[in-house]
């Protein structure tokens, strides 16, 4: 549901058991039986390429069977409510629904209409849970361990659901955690999770990470920022700003030129696209850590059931 | 003007016996026998003074409380339009079931009570639905669009009580001025939702360190005091009579204390919720705690209470907001905003502001009938020659809000869960007997 709900030696657990699943990744044959028979479904109500897509490519190679369901083209473009979609669904008797909703807590809300584990693939601007473990499990391919790490967060902290699970869970790991960029965007209540909060780059060089956020475009029109160039001015992470030994992430999809300058991100400084592959073993190891080892709750179907009986009309 | 209207119901014969008589508007304060006859409080005498006549019925109320019945000044009826949700019949049970002989209800419907035909038509159903005497505030600009203003005088010759947009702020400070000016001809209170929308947003809960860590787009206290500040110097200008509805914020309380110290012609209301809860009940989601102005910090709470208990907020008010069980089960930023409140406001308000010791009874019973007063209806008085509007506690009783149901049609109610004490077992509005307590037997005399 939420990094809240985890603990240093939960993340850690997590974290063994993607390196485990990485070195599948590495081997031919990339498929595990770990699930096999399982029915995950992924509920996505935002479009989501690289997490929808690795929460479905983590099922299939623990053989898991998955169906997806996104909003558009569906019953939820119907008027469906969460509620009943969530009645229907359950209804093929899913051990796991994958949900990605617009709005804060739904997963939370989920969990409470199913039998079904329920996994957050983002929920609103709350948190992205998956995204965090997927961030401390390259990091930690990287560095080996977070204790005293400096990380800097830059860009849109106010709208971001990748920030609000990253800065529980780089604390967790020992982390200390600056968050920047202008105040409308970077409210200096984040002080009180425990980060340093900082309106400008100056100190960027103290940083050993460097985590930059997508910038929405559609925050210029809520004035919230008064042009592109000007942010890019002030807060984008380029050859100029980052240093030679720092580290650059960055959960995608990137604005080229916006947030990134295009030859940081081209630079062997980024783990942009390890954060990717990472994305993939991570989500085995959670859907493994919420199915594995518990006994699916409705195995073969009940033969008493009338509604089973062969129709004789 | 305002009308205030009511099943005819037949008129009470009954003698309360030996009740603690606590009525801080008349005066009385200690253990009476209470006579109503034909409706009407007939005499008050010392305890097991007075003979009960033949044919009324006889409480034996020894031990219980007897307060005036209260008025709430701002409920939501949801009739017509929302019957799903409440109507004038389960609205008016809810709130004879918490204490109240007299509601108002506000025009935020489907359609908006913005007409005279419509005001004419919701009180003939009134009495033929309405358990208590329900009055109406008709709108302020046509289809609380906020562009034009309704036929206030009209509206006020077919019974408004006054006038809101309720719901939504008047944004337009010049059409605030025009409504102003046709109450010095019509009268008729001024009731304002005060929240400025650029300041809002998208918000749905109090902006603050909370919003910050969850990641819901919040309203800052400013977006209500600015409003207020801004509202009460054009009243003042205008000399006008305006009443602000449910403050939730320290700079709202400090912009009205301003502006009365001002002599502008400026009155308040605070609602259970906001004196008793925090927005740190938000942190759970749970939708019953999502209304519109949002739970504040305590520091807000704090202000409110010493407001209340000072005179600056002269009334408590529910703002009664029921919504369908499948409205509020949805994600909190997509759940309407509102929570009952008519039948938990006596019991949440005495167990946690009157037992602790943080304000007296009576001052509570005072501002539980205040509202009467500030929209010029009768305020609710246990005198002789009176029309009956009583309520019988037992501040005793024990209970759990919401374990028995609720008499509202919806259940959203922000106090669910929460163990109090004080429990209603009869209420008299105008006259007739409008509640009992189903394990509260009445005797032939």
Request: glycine share 10%; hydrophobic share 45%.
């Amino acid at each position: 549901m939420s990094i809240e709900d985890l603990d240093r030696g939960a993340i850690e657990r997590i974290v063994a058991l993607a390196t485990n699943f990485g070195q599948v990744a590495d081997r031919p044959i990339k498929k595990l039986p770990s699930l096999r028979g399982r029915l995950v479904i992924n509920l996505f109500y935002e479009a989501s390429t690289r997490t929808r897509s690795s929460f479905e490519l983590a099922a299939k190679r623990l053989s898991a069977d998955v169906l997806n369901l996104v909003a558009s083209g569906s019953s939820v473009e119907k008027g469906e409510s969460l509620r009943d979609t969530v009645a229907t669904l359950s209804a093929y008797g899913p051990d796991a629904i994958v949900i990605r909703s617009p709005h804060a807590g739904a997963p939370a809300l989920v969990a409470g209409w199913t039998h079904a584990a329920v996994v957050n693939a983002g929920d609103g601007k709350h948190q992205h849970p998956t995204q965090a473990l997927l961030d401390c499990y390259t990091l930690k391919q990287r560095l080996g361990s977070l204790d005293g790490c400096k990380i800097w967060i830059v860009g849109d902290v106010a709208h971001s659901r990748v920030a609000r699970s990253c800065i529980q869970a780089f604390r967790l790991l020992g982390a200390q955690v600056t968050v920047a960029g202008p105040p409308t965007l970077v409210p200096d209540e984040f002080g009180q999770l425990g980060v340093t909060v900082r309106h400008s780059l100056d100190e960027l060089r103290e940083a050993d990470v460097v985590y930059a956020l997508r910038m929405q475009l559609e925050r210029m029109d809520d004035s919230l920022i008064p042009s592109l160039r000007e942010y890019t001015t002030h807060f984008q992470i380029n050859s100029r700003r980052l240093g030679a030994r720092q580290l650059l992430m960055h959960p995608g999809p990137v604005n080229r030129g916006i947030e990134l300058s295009g030859e940081v991100i081209d630079s062997p400084q980024a783990l942009i696209t390890h954060q990717v592959a990472a994305g993939v073993v991570v989500r085995m190891a959670v859907l493994y850590e919420v199915l594995a080892g518990a006994t699916p709750e409705r195995g073969a179907p009940d033969s008493q059931s009338p509604a089973l009986e062969p129709q004789t009309a | 003007m305002s009308a205030l209207v009511a099943v005819p119901r037949p008129p009470a014969e009954l003698l309360l016996r030996g009740a603690h008589v606590l009525d801080p508007n008349a005066g009385i304060d200690g253990a009476h026998d209470v006579l109503v006859r034909d409706g009407e409080i007939a005499e008050i005498g010392a305890p097991a003074s007075l003979q009960a006549p033949v044919g009324a019925q006889v409480v034996e109320a020894e031990g219980k409380h007897l307060f005036p019945g209260f008025v709430d000044p701002h409920v939501h009826l949801r009739s017509p339009g929302g019957e799903h949700k409440e109507d004038l019949e389960t609205g008016t049970r809810a709130a004879a079931a918490g204490g109240y002989c007299a509601v108002v209800a506000m025009p935020n419907t489907d359609p908006v009570l913005d007409h005279p035909a419509l005001l004419r038509g919701l009180l003939l159903a009134a009495g033929r639905d309405a358990r208590i005497p329900v009055g109406f505030m008709a709108a302020i600009s046509i289809g609380l669009a906020g562009e034009r203003l309704t036929a206030m005088s009209e509206l006020r010759e077919a019974g408004a009580v006054g006038f809101t947009d309720d719901g939504k702020p008047v944004v337009s400070a010049g059409l605030l001025r025009h409504a102003l000016r046709y109450q010095l001809m019509c009268g008729g209170v001024l009731a304002l939702h005060e929240e400025d929308p650029a300041l809002s947003g998208a918000g749905v809960m109090h902006e603050g360190s909370l919003s910050v860590e969850l990641g819901l787009a919040g309203i800052p206290s400013i977006s209500e005091s600015t409003m207020i500040a801004r509202d009460a110097l054009i009243a003042g200008h205008e000399n006008g009579r305006v009443h602000f509805q449910h403050l939730s914020a320290r700079s709202s309380v400090d912009a009205l204390a301003a502006a009365r110290a001002r002599g502008v012609r400026a009155s308040g209301e605070v609602t259970p919720h906001h004196l008793l809860l925090t927005d740190e009940q938000v942190r759970t989601l749970d939708t019953n705690f999502k209304m519109n102005p949002p739970l504040r910090t305590e520091d807000d709470r704090a202000a409110l209470i010493d407001a209340l208990r000072d005179g600056t907020i002269e009334c408590i008010a529910t703002d009664h907001a029921p919504h369908a069980r499948d409205e509020k089960d949805v994600p909190f930023e997509q759940a309407p905003m509102g929570t009952t409140g008519l039948e938990s406001s006596f019991a949440v308000l005495y167990t946690e502001l009157v037992l602790p010791g943080v304000i007296g009874l009576a001052l509570l019973l005072e501002r539980l009938t205040a509202g009467a007063r500030l929209l010029e209806l009768e305020v609710p008085a246990i005198a002789v020659g009176r029309s009956a509007n009583l309520a019988l506690f037992d501040l005793e009783a024990r209970w759990t809000i919401g374990e028995a149901g609720y008499e509202s049609r919806s259940s959203n109610c922000c106090f669910a869960g929460r163990e109090v004490r004080g429990r209603n077992l009869l209420t008299l509005a105008d006259g007739a007997v409008a509640y009992r307590e189903r394990a509260f037997a009445l005797s032939a005399a």
